[in-house]
């Protein structure tokens, strides 16, 4: 059992910078594959980022691509979410959530475990 605790969200002008925390329980962090996923009322969720097990392969929505930076520190059991150059549409609840499989997943039912979310606001 993974238990997932995002913090770091809030209120930011466009342009601005956030950093996303997602703190786990477990001793099997390192053996779980971690992804951000964000939604927005009436929308179904959506992919963001995400990183194996060991660190490689992250992978990035386009839509974030050269602005966000996921890396994960296993030994604090954390995965993070650097967020530059933000934008308005950038607005949404964001979640993390863990797989027990070595490679990232851009589909949601794919992920064992979720955390409850932190809201970012993006203004304009």
């Known amino acids: 059992q993974v238990q997932l605790v995002e913090s770091g969200g809030g209120l930011v002008q466009a342009g601005g910078s956030l950093r996303l925390s997602c703190a786990a329980s477990?001793?099997?962090?390192?053996?779980?594959?971690m992804a951000w996923f964000r939604q927005i009322p009436g929308k179904e969720r959506e992919f963001v980022s995400g990183?194996?097990?060991?660190?490689?392969?992250?992978t990035y929505a386009d839509s974030v691509k050269g602005r966000f930076t996921i890396s994960r520190d296993n030994a604090k059991r954390t995965v993070y979410l650097q967020m530059n150059s933000l934008k308005p549409e950038d607005t949404a609840v964001y979640s993390c959530a863990a797989r027990s499989n070595a490679y990232v997943s851009m589909l949601p039912a794919e992920y064992d475990y979720w955390g409850q979310g932190t809201q970012v606001t993006v203004s304009s």
């Open positions: 990183i194996s097990w060991g660190g490689g392969m992250p």
């Open positions: 477990g001793r099997t962090f390192n053996l779980y594959t």
